[in-house]
């Protein structure tokens, strides 16, 4: 049954914002997030449960506790949330993902913050136009 396991359920978030660090294309959501959670003083908040994501184990390096390989950390003073994942979820998974997480969202009043990235290659495909991007002269 999918579902999220909050590990503290009394801590208290006031409307909190998540950002989104599911690898996807060009890992940028998921480098993003990483940082924050090194950054920041985050915590381990909850463990997603949902259809699409495969049984695995997971851990960080700086604490050998097990937790799935989807998670969520929290830091409450910026009323902030990270989803951080250690797999894919498969695009045929990803509808069932969605609304687990979207439901889950819902309940506890969350904003997300999607961070993507889109390859050039993917652009050229699609006949949209790039743009070059250069470093500042300096």
């Given at each position: 049954m999918a579902h999220v396991t909050v590990e503290n359920p009394d801590l208290?978030?006031?409307d909190p914002f998540l950002l989104d660090g599911l690898p996807g294309r060009g890992l940028i959501?998921?480098?993003v997030v990483d940082?924050?959670?090194d950054a920041f003083d985050i915590e381990y908040y909850a463990g997603v449960y949902c259809e699409g994501i495969p049984p695995v184990a997971a851990y960080r390096s700086n604490d050998s506790t097990v937790r799935p390989p989807v998670q969520v950390y929290t830091d409450p003073g910026r009323d902030l949330l990270a989803l951080v994942s250690d797999v894919p979820v498969s695009p045929s998974d990803?509808?069932?993902f969605a609304d687990c997480m979207v439901g889950w969202f819902e309940e506890r009043?969350?904003?997300p913050i999607?961070?993507?990235g889109l390859s050039q290659e993917?652009?050229?495909e699609s006949g949209e136009r790039s743009r070059e991007v250069r470093p500042l002269d300096r």
């Amino acid at each position: 049954m999918a579902h999220v396991t909050v590990e503290n359920p009394d801590l208290s978030l006031d409307d909190p914002f998540l950002l989104d660090g599911l690898p996807g294309r060009g890992l940028i959501g998921k480098l993003v997030v990483d940082h924050v959670l090194d950054a920041f003083d985050i915590e381990y908040y909850a463990g997603v449960y949902c259809e699409g994501i495969p049984p695995v184990a997971a851990y960080r390096s700086n604490d050998s506790t097990v937790r799935p390989p989807v998670q969520v950390y929290t830091d409450p003073g910026r009323d902030l949330l990270a989803l951080v994942s250690d797999v894919p979820v498969s695009p045929s998974d990803a509808p069932e993902f969605a609304d687990c997480m979207v439901g889950w969202f819902e309940e506890r009043s969350v904003t997300p913050i999607l961070l993507g990235g889109l390859s050039q290659e993917s652009e050229v495909e699609s006949g949209e136009r790039s743009r070059e991007v250069r470093p500042l002269d300096r």
